[in-house]
């Protein structure tokens, strides 16, 4: 059987490829089923979410490991279900392969390496490059690939197999337009998606761009059905499929519109076409040029070959007036070629966050539907580096073939592709580490005493909650390891968060745990059973007694201590006990404590009346805390709360307090500020800024939670002006009720029949 020149080829390209994987990945061959690439961050909770799900959770479509009790769909999770699912299926009807998830979670990014270079390959021998130049360029291109940088903690991410095989699926659909064909595409569309959304929204972009300018390329109507029915089965079946199984019977019905961060995590211009990876820009960023600094998400260096190639190309098309196509090297492939080249620029185009970053337009993002559900867009441009790669290289072999002098071109040109891509490599650092009381006799299953099945979740201290774009209690290292690790050996879930898209009442119910005691925590109700959370705190990064929730570890019997780790029982009763504790308190104050002085209808611990107290009950409001109104407006208006002086102020810290409507999305991200001013000058003497999300003190039941924080009044005479605005909500209603402002040190009570009152705290009799 005589083999054909492409099949040599690809078999040489797989020697060569799996040796060049073994020599930059060795570790992995080593111990890639008990070491991880990142011990914490991003990259430790997607182990955590993987392994948890393919090991301890009973149904394909939900992960329970975190955000106990109520968990999260499989693949916001970032649960990688394509694999985690086909194990887990593997594990029940074939054999169990639990031990080996490790290494198969480790193997498979090495396997998408191999594949993509595969994808290039098939697509330089398909543009009638020889398979020599086919194995040299795409070992190449696909180590450059801006893919590898994921492998530090975006693992979902980091499988540069997804724009090639989407590319070459693309291409044979330009050749041969079948069903099976779009078959094809769209099955790997539905699989890459399953490792990562993002994935979707990337490859959907860059299908529909081609049928788009294929189609105008062509401009014949009588392809306008064909095209539309191959559309549809190549997209639109992939995104029926991911809405029945992400949000058919979904009950998460507030999960964020508008998630943070599509004016940072955008690309920029430095961050395709140059990169401090290299020497050569090194050398131009400290001795010629400053080259800005360009945020992670934002980069996916081309490579200096293609992008001179690129802007050859492109100078020459706009010199012709945009007259002819700009890629006319091979007639046969004109519409192929063609139609990446004009869809990566779309995408790259999208990727600055054009045209939502021009001054003015940035409201345009309001409107523009699901994209507003892709913040990181900079992703978005690495569909430009495959492209111009695959062009540029392309270019250069069918421009100079039949050149004299095509090898002192070529020769450079791979001898600087190999040298960029090696320094890329080798700035990553992908090197395998030991899971933290990951070895057998040091591992949490192994410390005596402790069982289990005693407690229904973990509770970590420090807390982190990160996933609604509403809220971010940040991750500290070792507070997220440890409690991972411990979720991981022990399958408990964690009632913290590291998701995506988190229902945003859901995590108000969470955090409520960790407000001072004020109301019973809503979340308590959702738990199916009364055994206690186990908490596990670690001293070194939040000593007890720093932050609300330190009462918790005070109140809660410690079952374990070892160096700077601690776990506690923490009882599910303390709640209410404390609440009770605190109310009791008040009433006893209140009934037995004679040296509280009576001013202005307050029972205060100072004489004067030093305070500002506005029940705002004289203002009509549909949604009021307490009394009988309370503050009313539009959020994209500049809502004055307070204008004025406080009594017998004096320099000094005072606590301003006041109540503030927040379960909704959005509304924990509404800005506010203090300003106090020189009432005679009206010169700033000092101004404070925050979100609501930043200064929360309590949350009750109903959506309310109370803004406090500390503010250092610069004068006894100052001015001071409150206002609250939160442009992303425009003409949403928001609602603030019982303004008090007080001297830190003065507490203030009241009561009525049905409550007691302190310091704008109340409690039901």
Known sequence: MKISQTMKGALALLVLMSA?????YEDFFRVANKMVIEQGGDGYKAYQAFLYHVKYDSTYRHFQGMNYPYGEHAVPADTQPALSNALKWV????VDLGDYALGIFNFNMLFSILLCSLFLYLIFRRLDVPAWYSVIVAIAITFLAPQHMRMTGHFGLALPVAMPA???FLLRFEEKRTIMNSLFMAFFLTVISLFHFYFFAIMGATISLYFLFSYLHKRNRKLL???????GIQVVLPLLFFIWWMYWGDPVKDRTVLPWGFFHYNAKWEGIFTSLTQPHFQWLHEKVINIREVDFEGKAYVGLVAALVFLGVFFAWIGRGFRRAPISFLPSRKVYLNSIFYASLVLLLLSFGLPFIIPGLEDLLLYSGPMRQFRSVGRFAWLFYFVANIIAFAWLYHK?????????????AFTLLFFETWNFTRSIDVRLDEIPMGEPGKRFVDIPGIKYTDYQAIMPLPYYNVGSDN???SLKYFAGNRSQTMSMQTGLPITAAMLTRTSVSQTINQIQMLMEPYRRPKVIDDYPDRRPLLIVHDVSEAPEGETTWGY???ESELVYTDGSLRFYKLDLNIYDKKIALRKQEIVDTLAQDSTLFEVKGFRSTQPAVNFVYDAMDGSPAANAYLGSGGYEGKMGDENLIFEGTIPEAKPGVYLFSMWMFINHDLYPRTDFVVVESDPATGGMRKQYTAQSREVLKAIDNNGWALMEFPFEVQAGDSKFRLTFNNRNLRSDPIFVDELLIRPL?????RQSDRWVWKNNRHYLK
């Open 471 to 473: 809220f971010w209690w």
């Open 20 to 24: 060049c994987i073994y020599l930059r």
């Open 91 to 94: 594990n029940r009807h074939v």
């Open 745 to 749: 040190g003065t507490d203030l009570y």
């Open 225 to 231: 059905t064909r095209y539309a029915a191959h559309y």
């Open 166 to 168: 989407t590319l070459y």
């Open 400 to 412: 100079l073939q039949a050149k004299k002098w095509k090898w002192a071109v070529w020769i450079p």
């Open 552 to 554: 918790l570890l005070q």
